[in-house]
């Protein structure tokens, strides 16, 4: 999809109109704050008052963290608010030049901080599924171009996001030229990461799995597998689509040999020959377009890991909700078990008791209030536990039902454009043959 | 004619860190001869073959009739069909019928059937260039394919040849002078055991090989002075034989090219429906992309048998062809080195004169009617080359653009069922 489409398309899918905040007088700091306050604003995506785009990409040298030299590309992030383009287009947009691994970290963030989101994904960081012609080199300029409109259809989504577009980082991302990494730390997201053994654990362990989250767990892995396949499939038939076309080049260069020996038949091969060697060279432009489908399905591709995310930390919440009331419900027990002085279950504090002899009173009553203390706490625990989930749960599912429109209407129109692609050739394909056809009638 | 195993894919796909300077790869190395399979040997068979003892007809009056006879009357018809497989104890073999329908009076029949094998065409070939060995004879398809020899008898093979053939004797009998050819008769009309009989018949061995021997002397001594026209025919020749080459295996290439590309697209359908089965509003689009991949399979499969079948044997003959040409001018050549070696032989021999003068005045007429009968045949063949090879390039890009009016005619069905599911999504929603 074109940025300017998304645009369009994004730019509706907001959910009520907005009058535009513009206001000429505005000091800087103004505006700061206005921006500060809309973006509190409920309903309003940011990409309805911002124009976005990532325009250029260039090459840099610098030292990396262990002091070597290094190349690498930053992308120019140009931001220009929608009033100011009625203003006339003197109006310069602000812009800035990051690199990937601040988008990188920026996604991150965003993975952190909503984790009840389907977070829109990143363009590859390696080039995948290369069919023959296909650089796979991260310095090959056609990679870099496919790269820099992938970053730029990334920021369209966040900005598009009903909630991702109102965070200060994000909008920081897209503003603050120094800096923006040290806030970015300062926020301390990087502690509230939960860590990957943890969600790992909470899979296997879960008693009671919501039954919805588990299908869409299923179908995110699906969904992934089944992507992968079509994009390696893809690569190996568009591997074999350019031999075929590549092939018809030598029938111009025989051709044209060929007809410095006929009389009659030279000037038909002659342009026969030119046929072919359009025919050949059309297929550059045709896989180029295929490739875009192909980045299409990457970006879904991707998407079936953020939603597989979602679906983690909404495990590994459900996960410490049944350990808080597992144990709120074994000091409970402990509980009753000191107050009535009955062991009803196994336990080693039991048995050493038992060997050991009965506590005094006071000690059984010192006991008994921390336990107390430690129910009323446990008690606490799942309720917010509970809260916590009952949120995560409605939160995302608000997120899990607009990623699903948002992916039924993007893929649909995927395979629409794949359809009209695969039109576009065959019309350039009837156009050639019949050309050629004619000079062949000539010979 | 098979196409080569896939073994070779390896030399299709290289590795990715390839740039666009190894598009070279493409541009095929079409010096190298793996990919061409063996030429016909009864071209060599031939080459030093011998001449009849004697001419048939008098040079002039055989100059004459080929001019009258330049407007082609077609009224020789012949069908070469319904191939059979015979097995005998020592062999297996295939038969094919071959009816003619003439109204030529030299006939006594209008209508007659015979079944002829592969062997009594190649016999055909052999005693027409023996009596007319300045003339272009169209090759015969090929003794045996070397690649997968078990494929003789498949069916695509079989009617690849049984088209050649057909094309071979009509080509005959449209020929000025080679219809007329006794033994060309014999082979439309005579039951099996007749033409064994006159099979047998011919000079003897021991004649043969004289003659045999006097031809390669000739060859060997070369020819003195040859005219210009010939020498270009040459060199045309040459070029000629050197491009059909490439030509031939470009479109093989093509050909093989094509069906790589259609095992690839296969897989591209089923996975299609595949991901279908994990959707529910994407169904109906993904089973119908699904849908549309496997039509244009079938489409892709009908035009690579499209292009096997017609462009490419096609010019497959015109490379044998070549070899032909060259045995034809070769031939000519000795001839005009027997008669070259005779005048010599009379500046430098005193004795028997008068027999040598008039050996002299015999090879001169022979020469001469040669040369003639050539330079008429040989525009003769370049009609009919200009003609072949234009209908098989034509009928390769209609082949082509057949091709792509039906893949388009499935996408644009597929456009259409999808604005359709709009409009119905949109009415559910109101």
């Known amino acids: ?443 | 004619m098979e196409s080569e195993s896939s073994s070779s894919a390896a030399s299709v796909s290289g590795s990715p860190t390839q740039t666009e300077a190894d598009l070279s790869r493409h541009m095929l190395e079409l010096e190298e001869d793996d990919d061409l399979e063996v030429f016909s040997k009864d071209a060599t068979l031939t080459d030093a073959s011998s001449f009849s003892a004697s001419m048939p007809m008098s040079p002039a009056s055989m100059i004459n009739q080929y001019k009258l006879e330049e407007q082609d009357i077609k009224d020789v018809f012949i069908t070469v069909d319904c191939p059979e497989s015979h097995v005998t104890s020592i062999e297996t073999f295939v038969t094919y019928r071959v009816i003619t329908k003439t109204t030529r009076s030299e006939f006594d029949s209008s209508e007659y059937e015979v079944r002829r094998r592969y062997q009594d065409f190649l016999w055909l070939k052999g005693k027409l260039e023996e009596a007319h060995p300045t003339l272009i004879i169209n090759p015969l398809p090929e003794k045996f394919v070397m690649k997968g020899m078990m494929e003789r008898f498949n069916d695509g093979f079989i009617e690849t040849r049984r088209k050649a053939l057909q094309k071979f004797v009509n080509r005959i009998a449209d020929h000025p002078i080679l219809s007329f050819n006794e033994d060309f008769k014999v082979f439309l009309t005579a039951q099996a055991w007749e033409l064994a009989s006159r099979k047998k018949q011919g000079p003897g061995l021991l004649s043969r090989m004289g003659e045999t021997v006097r031809a390669v002397a000739a060859s060997v001594r070369g020819v003195q002075n040859r005219a210009e026209e010939f020498t270009a025919m040459n060199d045309y020749v040459e070029t000629f034989g050197q491009k059909m080459g490439m030509l031939d295996k470009i479109a093989q290439r093509i050909v093989k090219e094509q069906k790589e590309y259609l095992e690839g697209m296969k897989e591209c359908g089923p996975v299609y429906t595949l991901w279908s089965g994990s959707e529910d509003q994407l169904v109906e689009p993904l089973k119908a992309i699904a849908g549309c991949i496997d039509n244009c399979c079938k489409v892709t499969e009908e035009q690579v048998a499209g292009l096997s079948e017609n462009q490419v044997p096609i010019l497959h003959e015109y490379v044998l062809c070549a070899e032909t040409l060259k045995a034809v001018l070769r031939r000519r050549d000795n001839i005009q080195a027997e008669y070259e070696s005779k005048v010599d032989a009379l500046a430098n021999k005193k004795a028997d004169k008068e027999n040598l003068k008039e050996e002299i005045g015999r090879l001169e007429d022979k020469v001469e009617c040669a040369n003639n009968t050539l330079k008429v045949d040989w525009e003769r063949w370049k009609r009919n080359m200009q003609g072949d090879v234009k209908s098989a390039f034509v009928d390769m890009a209609d082949t082509n653009m057949n091709y792509y009016k039906k893949r388009l005619a499935i996408w644009e069905s597929f456009l259409t069922s999808q604005k359709t599911d709009v409009h119905l999504e949109k009415d559910t929603d109101s």
């Open chain 1, 1 to 443: 999809m074109r940025g300017s489409e998304i645009l369009e398309r994004m730019a509706d899918s907001g959910n009520e109109e907005v009058a535009v905040i513009g206001n000429t007088d505005l000091t800087a700091a103004d505006l700061h704050n206005n921006t500060n306050n809309t973006m509190t604003e409920e309903g309003v995506p940011l990409l309805k008052k911002m124009e976005i785009s990532v325009s250029e990409a260039e090459k840099r040298t610098g030292k990396n963290a262990v002091n070597m030299q290094e190349i690498y590309t930053v992308y120019l992030i140009e931001t220009r608010p929608v009033d100011a383009i009625t203003e006339g287009p003197s109006a310069a947009p602000d812009s800035l030049w990051r690199r990937y691994s601040e988008f990188e970290l920026l996604r991150n963030y965003l993975l952190v901080t909503f984790p009840y989101i389907v977070v829109p994904p990143l363009p590859e960081k390696r080039a995948e599924f290369v069919w023959h012609k296909l650089s796979a080199d991260n310095m090959d300029p056609d990679f870099v171009e496919r790269r820099r409109i992938g970053l730029e259809n990334f920021l369209l989504r966040v900005a598009s996001h009903s909630v991702l577009s109102k965070d200060k980082i994000f909008y920081l991302f897209l503003t603050q030229d120094d800096g923006w990494k040290d806030v970015v730390y300062d926020t301390g997201f990087q502690a509230k990461a939960d860590s990957r053994l943890k969600a790992l654990n909470a899979t296997f362990r879960v008693k009671n799995p919501d039954k919805r989250y588990t299908e869409l767990k299923h179908y995110s892995d699906e969904l992934q597998s089944v992507i992968s396949q079509l994009l390696r499939v893809r690569a190996k038939v568009a591997d074999r689509l350019y031999g075929v076309y590549k092939v018809h080049g030598n029938y111009g260069r025989v051709f044209s040999e060929w007809s410095a020996i006929e009389r009659e038949m030279g000037d038909g091969l002659q342009s026969a020959g030119h046929h072919m060697d359009a025919y050949a060279a059309s297929v550059d432009d045709i896989l180029e377009e295929e490739e875009h489908y192909a980045d299409q399905l990457k970006e879904y591709l991707y998407y079936a890991e953020a939603l597989r995310a979602v679906c983690r930390k909404h495990e590994l919440i459900q996960y410490e909700l049944e350990m808080a009331a597992q144990d709120l419900v074994s000091k409970k027990q402990q509980r009753e078990e000191l107050a009535t002085g009955t062991v009803r279950t196994f336990s080693l504090k039991g048995m050493t008791s038992k060997l050991f002899g009965q506590e005094t009173p006071e000690q059984r009553e010192a006991k008994l209030k921390v336990l107390e203390e430690q129910i009323v706490e446990g008690e606490e625990l799942v309720k917010t536990s509970n809260t916590e989930c009952d949120e995560y749960v409605r939160n995302a599912w608000i997120d899990i039902d607009r990623f699903k429109e948002q992916k039924n209407q993007d893929l649909k129109e995927a395979l629409i454009s794949y359809a009209v692609m695969q039109i576009s050739m065959c019309k350039k394909g009837i156009q050639v043959w019949t050309n050629a056809k004619e000079c062949f009638s000539k010979m």
